[in-house]
T-cell receptor, first 111, second 114 residues
Framework: SQKIEQNSEALNIQEGKTATLTCNYT??????LQWYRQDPGRGPVFLLL?????KEKRKERLKVTFDTTLKQSLFHITASQPADSATYLC??????????FGGGTRLMVKP | DADVTQTPRNRITKTGKRIMLECSQT?????MYWYRQDPGLGLRLIYY???????NKGEISDGYSVSRQAQAKFSLSLESAIPNQTALYFC?????????????FGDGTRLSIL
């Protein structure tokens, strides 16, 4: 069966460190993979998109990698800040039309 | 003002009632989506519409219906609400350009069915 897995346990890190979140998938062949941020009481907000033929994408302190052999994406936040605390969702798109979301990982950055 | 507006933000109702959740957008996007979010399950697609005359079922459409009244408006109805439809509901929009476009979400409706 198809599955998208993100660590359901919260990730706690110290301010200034790099946070690394994982998204693993099974029985998908995504053309694109996206990462969203969701704050409590708010809708998800788009952060980054990476295509199947791209290995890495960066935006300011954010970096996403995409390994179609391992069926995994890693999302990194460098020099993390308390304001980065949120839930981060990965989402796959196989055909350019529809997104399938993972359950999200909550990140807590402590000062 | 928000680009994607959902009303109401919170709703408590009883089993068997008919409920309508509304979504309007000022982004000028053709595509609109309804999702529900349950703890640990992520967002699941209920219905989507690629233009005013287009309605498609998503992963979990049973018990729900939608109406696309205009490019800017997409409403979700629960004809006879049941407690397991208690969830957070999100509306989203995206452009219909070639290649994948990110989705833009409203801030959700928290629905509780007693």
């Amino acid at each position: 069966s198809q599955k998208i897995e993100q660590n359901s346990e919260a990730l706690n890190i110290q301010e200034g460190k790099t946070a690394t979140l994982t998204c693993n998938y099974t029985n998908y062949s995504p053309a694109y993979l996206q990462w969203y941020r969701q704050d409590p009481g708010r809708g998800p907000v788009f952060l980054l998109l990476i295509r199947e033929n791209e290995k890495e994408k960066r935006k300011e302190r954010l970096k996403v990698t995409f390994d179609t052999t391992l069926k995994q994406s890693l999302f990194h936040i460098t020099a993390s800040q308390p304001a980065d605390s949120a839930t981060y969702l990965c989402a796959l798109d196989e055909a350019g039309n529809m997104l399938t979301f993972g359950g999200g990982t909550r990140l807590m950055v402590k000062p | 003002d928000a680009d994607v507006t959902q009303t109401p933000r919170n709703r408590i109702t009883k089993t068997g009632k008919r409920i309508m959740l509304e979504c309007s957008q000022t982004k000028g996007h053709d595509r609109m989506y309804w999702y529900r979010q349950d703890p640990g399950l992520g967002l699941r697609l209920i219905y989507y519409s690629f233009d005013v005359k287009d309605i498609n079922k998503g992963e979990i459409s049973d018990g729900y219906s939608v109406s696309r009244q205009a490019q800017a408006k997409f409403s979700l109805s629960l004809e006879s609400a049941i407690p397991n439809q208690t969830a957070l509901y999100f509306c989203a929009t995206s452009e219909s350009d070639r290649g994948f476009q990110p989705q833009h979400f409203g801030d959700g409706t928290r629905l509780s069915i007693l």
